[in-house]
């Protein structure tokens, strides 16, 4: 008599032409005999109408009736729960991020996303003054606008220039000093059009910036992504598998519950959560009273809710808002302020954190300790 081991092995030769993987691997087989040379199998669909339902069937039955003594195949369509259509869909995602087809950007590169559950949470000041902390320390520092609907990126650097192709073909980053920056306000004609695009359209602009920019050899990418869960978020997950995300928030608990949802998508998609920054964390005065005008504990309960760090609380500054609005990041401004004092600390800790690949490896360190080495004589 047949084992049950033997007809899985046959059936996880079947694959979900959809997903591209196999019908075993994503939990569709629920129930499997064999009697008198007829195999019964219970299989789960994500909805019993599924569009495949047909090619899955036959696929199965063509792949059982080539074992011996196997005469007849009868199969029981069922829908599938919520639970295994959640498992299905992390197995699915997994598959994706794990045959993820190289990019433009070096495998070598540390990808920092910097994401935020809604919008007006400062999530692109902290991305461009991250950017711009870590090309200042002397990193070679790429920075992608992600937010293909709501740029604004080229403002805060104050670039009005435009994106132009090489020889090759490929899109060659802006310029901002050392900074190489990407974002479709460097497309468009000005900074008032809108973009009329839907989901499908905003993956494809995302993978043109990954795949036919002229990135070169960086040590950081830094991405702003749009506010939410959407179709740039998953097209991140599957097309950067190297991808670390920063979640921003603010200390209002309303700011922190839609952020939990960043923060989830992010678990289901197999980013890593590099830590939360809580921006404006409270105002300072030029006398240094502080003043929780936005309430307290966002970025605290985030923290604690997914077991990562807390990586910095960002306050607002009386010093420092206008010349940000007129396109100088506050870590490039004259004047000492408390915002750029832990903005520069958030840099720093980042750093710590997820230090560049080449101070990893074996030479890396070799260096290290013989620089270290010199210093002590």
């Not at 691997?25 to 008198?36: A, E, Q, S, W």
């Not at 869960?229 to 921003?248: F, H």
């Not at 230090?355 to 890396?364: H, L, N, R």
Request: net charge negative; with cysteine.
């Amino acid at each position: 008599m047949l084992q049950n081991d033997i007809l899985l092995k046959h059936l996880s030769n079947v694959m979900d032409p959809e997903l591209g993987v196999n019908i075993v691997d994503l939990g569709m087989v629920k129930d499997i005999t064999y009697t008198n040379s007829e195999v019964t199998i219970d299989l789960a669909l994500t909805i019993a109408e599924c569009p495949m339902r047909n090619q899955i069937e036959t696929e199965i039955k063509r792949k059982l009736k080539l074992i011996e003594n196997i005469e007849e195949v009868y199969i029981n369509v069922v829908e599938m729960s919520k639970e295994d259509r959640s498992s299905l869909m992390t197995i699915a995602r997994k598959n994706a991020r794990d045959k993820a087809v190289p990019t433009n950007i070096n495998s070598r590169t540390r990808v920092i996303a910097v994401g935020s559950g809604k919008g007006g949470v400062g999530k692109s000041t902290i991305s461009t003054n991250l950017a711009v902390g870590l090309e200042s320390l002397g990193f070679t520092t790429g920075l992608l606008d992600a937010d293909i609907w709501g740029f604004s990126i080229p403002r805060l650097l104050g670039i009005e220039g435009r994106l132009e192709a090489n020889k090759d073909k490929k899109i060659v980053p802006f310029k901002k000093g050392g900074l190489e920056v990407v974002s479709t306000g460097l497309i468009t004609d000005d900074e008032d059009t809108a973009l009329m695009w839907r989901g499908l359209m905003l993956s494809k602009a995302l993978e043109q910036f990954l795949f036919d920019v002229e990135w070169g050899n960086l040590d950081y990418l830094v991405i702003d992504m749009p506010p939410g869960t959407g179709d740039i978020q998953m097209a991140l997950g599957r097309l950067l598998p190297q991808t670390e995300l920063v979640v921003v928030t603010t200390p209002q608990s309303s700011a922190q519950k839609v952020a939990t949802r960043v923060a989830d998508m992010a678990k289901r998609s197999f980013i890593p959560l590099l830590g939360v920054v809580e921006n404006m964390s409270y105002f300072e005065s030029v006398d240094g009273n502080k003043y929780n005008i936005f309430g307290e504990g966002g970025g605290n309960d985030l923290s604690k809710k997914f077991g990562i760090p807390l990586l910095n609380k960002i306050p607002i500054s009386e010093d420092s808002i206008e010349e940000a609005e007129n396109g100088t990041p506050v870590l490039l401004q004259e004047k000492e302020t408390p915002t750029k004092k832990a903005i520069q600390d958030l840099v720093n800790t980042i750093i710590k954190i997820l230090p560049p690949v080449s101070d990893e490896t074996c030479t890396g360190r070799l260096a290290k300790v013989l620089e270290e080495l010199e210093v002590e004589v």
